[in-house]
């Protein structure tokens, strides 16, 4: 069916086993066969549940939703790169052909002391959710606004601010990171709203909250080797880092 | 008497919105602040309405299952949202946006919801702009539009092909500055369970704390669900894999009138299955239908590749039966098109069960635009395929990338091939004009309702929905209803048992508590031998054969009984390992499957009962001599609202549709 050009793979998976948040984890080794190269990496461990199910033996947590590459909450560390091998994906949308027959595949969580593992391959990232909550939106009630169209924004503003706003917030920036800095996902908010003139009024106070609240969550410093823009499915760049510590510097001197 | 009331107000269909929100009791600032609301789920219904409820003073508690409201599957809506702003002056107005609805609806929608739907659509642009949503913008710094289906005007706002991750990004922030504020109370990897009501008025209801498993009562002076559609009964579809239809069927359990369950939404481009592993559907956005045409060969088995297929040899078939629309006809228009095309033997590809989506002659038409933008005299082809790709790149990369990650074919190179799949349901809760449920208290938002698209939504209509349904009408719409419970607090104030007093403390909450919990543990104590995902992906083929595209009623019988018998199987075989009290995906799925099984009998028996073709509802006994589908207004010109009365026993209530404002006719896009 399909492109139906897929072949078979054979696979060894070492997986990240852990009970919940205070349990101590190892590696659980599977050995797959018959592996459509068509599956997607999510379907490749949905094999494996299932087999894992038909043994009696309890499924492999991890987290998963639109499986498009958007939701952002798939998050699987793959032979030490979040997300895997192949660059400007999620680990749902890296498909079985990336991969060849006979190959072993480590599978970790996100590897963070702000993202404390749930479950097996499942981390909590909700010091993200409290970060936008610091200060990552324009304070305009419903009901407040004007007509669309009164605001102009040069295209040129708009494309930057749209791609800082790509961000899915997956959180392998911060997995990437020998710090894990959260600082790519930070600035890409921070740049997003600075960039735009509805954003200007609450500007200084934004990136002086925003990054507050960052460092309270525990996370490190950057490094400035930029393994967070490499490894982010999104492209996210680390422009938006540099912006940042100029939105930084000015908004620290009144 | 009908137990339907769906309380539209009377007057001229245009003044009904302005005049009733004008004159409908209002709850003061301190008042609100004791009035506790419950928002379960945090798409863009959810968000929209949980941030704008919480900024006019209302204790707020929003509920997800996902790890973050951000990742709610709006997300990944894709092409865009339509408002009648007529800022390309083309004709557009609030009137052609609110008959272009019903029409696409296949006149099965309530008249009054939709024109106020079309009335508050212009407010959602400049809500989203104002929290620096990037749609996208012309050189000149204003908005741009793009067509969709069913329309002849461009009002469709877009950011990429990402306007439903920015739009839902922009109600995110929203509600995490409530959040941030101490207004929102936010309940992540949270699973609504059960409503709870006390003498048929919803006060709360059950979650399930996914990490720790741990069952916790929520009081509430109203519930809002949020919670989306039902589109994964069929097991592939494009939801996202969480999406489920477990609160709206619970609340159904508790008294929830089901509306027109039988309507789903066949989206005609997304990726074909390419095999057994398969686990959902890419969509393919309808905005590639602007530039994309539709094609098979005229030949029948054509193995060719289909660049070597001359252009004489190719079918366009879309533009053939429906000139005026062509390409852009609605969803199920084009959906039924590309089935009937492959049921006849023209399929293309491997399996045989896909059409071409071919960009060649537009990338061709930009190409030649750009050349002489850029004063490059006689482009040669390769040239003008150069610059075209560029222009289609800037276009509907991401969608193009997305293809090629799934299938490993360049769609730049050669043709996409994409297939129908579930998309959406139109189905829902029956709701009346405020929103609310037919049990007090309990509301349903956005997808999760059944109101405003009819039996065929169009496309870029559900990001104004759920907005419209969250920013600008359940916060005029939910004081009509709490400002009686204020009346009702303020008389039973010294009672010393009051509702407002026991909370969760009252025994209704207890006794919800236990019946869920016992439900948990019969999932685990069953110990069969078939996983959960075993049954969804049986129940998924028997909806997509017999409930599917097309419909008759020997299939529908037939699929009743195998639902039936699937449940019988389901509750006495299957597996679900680990335990309760802990983080546990599978126990969860147990659930949500259990209600999709039942969902999906009431689904055929809808169908079943509604003898006539209407929108994505095709029975195959109703088509005319061309294959188009045939309404009888006669008989069916209403709402079919389901009222649950025990296992596969359910009572059919009917609202009647009138059009008062616009004439029913026959459907023509040609």
């Known amino acids: 069916m399909g492109s139906g050009h897929g072949t078979e793979l054979n696979l060894t998976l070492k997986v990240w086993r852990q009970k919940n948040t205070k349990a101590s984890g190892s590696f659980e080794t599977h050995q797959l066969t018959g592996i459509s190269t068509d599956m997607s990496f999510l379907e490749m461990f949905d094999v494996l549940n299932e087999k894992l199910i038909s043994e009696g033996k309890e499924a492999i947590a991890f987290d998963h939703d639109c499986r498009e590459g958007i939701c952002g909450m798939c998050s699987m560390y793959i032979n030490g790169r979040p997300h895997g091998p192949k660059q400007g994906v999620t680990t749902c949308q890296l498909h079985m052909r990336s991969f060849k027959n006979g190959d072993t595949i480590v599978v970790e969580p996100w590897r963070s002391a702000a993202f404390p593992v749930i479950k097996d391959l499942a981390v909590d990232r909700g010091a993200f959710d409290r970060i936008i909550a610091s200060g990552g939106y324009i304070s305009v009630n419903t009901g407040n606004a004007k007509d669309a169209n009164n605001i102009l924004i040069p295209k040129p503003d708009a494309d930057d ?77 680390l422009e938006n880092i540099a912006r940042m510590n100029r939105e930084l510097t000015a908004a620290s001197f009144k | 008497m009908s137990k339907l009331d769906s309380k539209i107000p009377e007057g001229a269909i245009d003044q009904k919105w302005s005049k009733y929100r004008s004159t409908v009791h209002l709850v003061n600032p301190a008042n609100k602040r004791s009035l506790e609301v419950l928002v379960v789920g945090s798409g863009l219904a959810g968000a929209s309405a949980a941030s704008s409820l919480a900024e006019m003073g209302y204790k707020v508690k929003v509920f997800c299952f996902q790890d973050s409201p951000r990742r709610a599957h709006s997300i990944a809506a894709q092409g865009g949202i339509n408002a009648a702003k007529n800022y390309q002056n083309d004709g557009d107005s609030t009137y052609r946006l609110f008959y272009d609805t019903i029409k696409g609806g296949d006149y099965r929608a309530r008249e009054a919801n939709v024109h106020r739907l079309a009335e508050v659509s212009s407010n959602i642009i400049d809500q989203c702009v104002a929290q620096g949503v990037p749609l996208a913008r012309e050189y000149g710094g204003l908005l741009s539009n793009r067509s969709f289906g069913g329309t002849q005007v461009q009002r469709t706002f877009y950011a990429a092909g990402q306007t439903g991750q920015q739009l839902l990004l922009g109600a995110y922030s929203a509600l995490q500055r409530q959040v941030g504020m101490g207004a929102v109370e936010l309940c992540a990897r949270h699973e609504m369970l059960d409503v709870v009501t006390i003498d048929g008025i919803t006060r709360g209801i059950i979650a399930r704390n996914l990490i720790t ?5 929520h009081f509430g002076h109203a519930v809002l669900l949020c919670t989306g559609g039902y589109g994964n009964v ?217 109101s405003d698209h009819g039996a065929n939504r169009l496309g870029a209509s559900a990001l104004m929905q759920g907005l419209a349904d969250g920013y600008f009408v359940i916060p005029y719409t939910l004081g009509v209803y709490l400002s009686e419970e204020v ?42 031998t078939k996983s959960v995902e075993s049954f969804h992906k049986r129940l998924g083929l028997i909806m997509w054969n017999k409930c599917g595209m097309a419909r008759n009623k020997q ?116």
């Open chain 2, 487 to 528: 009346s009702r607090m303020s008389a039973e104030k010294d009672k010393a048992d009051s509702i407002d007093k026991l909370k969760t403390k009252h025994p209704a909450f207890d006794a919800a508590l236990k019946e869920q919990t016992d439900l948990i543990n019969k999932f685990l104590n069953i110990k069969g």
């Open chain 2, 213 to 217: 498993g741990e069952m916790e009562k």
């Open chain 2, 555 to 670: 299939g529908l019988t037939e699929a009743i009984a195998e639902i039936q018998a699937l449940r019988k199987e389901f509750w006495s075989d299957v597996r679900v390992l680990g335990s309760a009290d802990e983080f546990n995906p599978d126990l969860e799925k147990a659930g949500r499957v259990a209600d999709f099984i039942e969902l999906g009998e009431l689904m055929c028996k809808d169908a079943l009962h509604r003898e006539e073709s209407c929108g994505g509802h095709f029975r195959e006994e109703h088509q005319t001599e061309d294959g188009e589908a045939k309404r009888d207004d006669v008989n069916f010109a209403y709402v079919a609202a389901w009222e649950y009365k025990g296992v596969s026993e359910w009572e059919l209530n009917k609202e009647e549709l009138k059009y008062e404002n616009i004439k029913i006719a026959q459907r023509s896009y040609k």
């Open chain 1, 161 to 237: 601010a749209f791609a800082a706003a790509a961000c899915i917030g997956c959180g392998a920036c911060v997995a990437a990171c020998k710090n894990g800095s959260a600082m790519l996902f930070v600035s890409a908010k921070v740049s997003q709203l600075a960039l735009l003139p509805q954003g200007q009024v609450e500007r200084k106070e934004r990136v002086l909250k925003m990054v507050a609240a960052m460092d309270e969550e525990g996370f490190g410093n950057c490094t400035n080797t930029g393994a967070c823009e490499a490894e982010c499915p999104k492209g996210i760049s």
């Open chain 2, 234 to 450: 069929f097991y592939l579809s494009t939801n996202a894999m969480g999406s489920n239809v477990t609160a709206a069927w619970k609340a159904h359990k508790k008294g929830a009138f089901f509306g027109n369950p039988c309507y789903t939404q066949i989206h005609p481009t997304c990726i074909p299955v390419s095999g057994d592993h398969q686990s959902k559907l890419t969509l393919m956005s309808e905005s590639l239908r602007n530039d994309g045409r539709i094609w098979v060969p005229k030949k029948k088995d054509d193995n060719r590749k289909p660049t070597d297929i001359p252009e004489e040899e190719r079918d366009y078939y879309l533009e053939r039966r429906y000139p005026a629309f062509g390409n852009l006809v609605p969803r199920d228009v084009a959906s039924r098109g590309a089935k009937e095309r492959c049921d006849a033997g023209y399929g293309v590809g491997n399996s045989k069960m896909a059409v071409y989506l071919d960009f060649a002659f537009n990338t061709a038409r930009y190409g030649r635009t750009e050349a002489t933008k850029r004063n490059i005299q006689n482009p040669s082809h390769e040239e003008i395929m150069r610059l075209g790709k560029e222009v289609v790149k800037e276009k509907y990369g991401n969608l193009f990338d997305m293809y090629q990650q799934i299938t490993g074919e360049n769609p730049y190179e050669v043709p996409m091939r994409i297939y129908p799949a579930v998309h959406y349901t139109m189905g829902g809760l029956w709701v009346d004009y405020n929103l609310m449920t037919t049990v007090k208290g309990l509301y349903a938002l956005g997808e999760a309702n059944f």
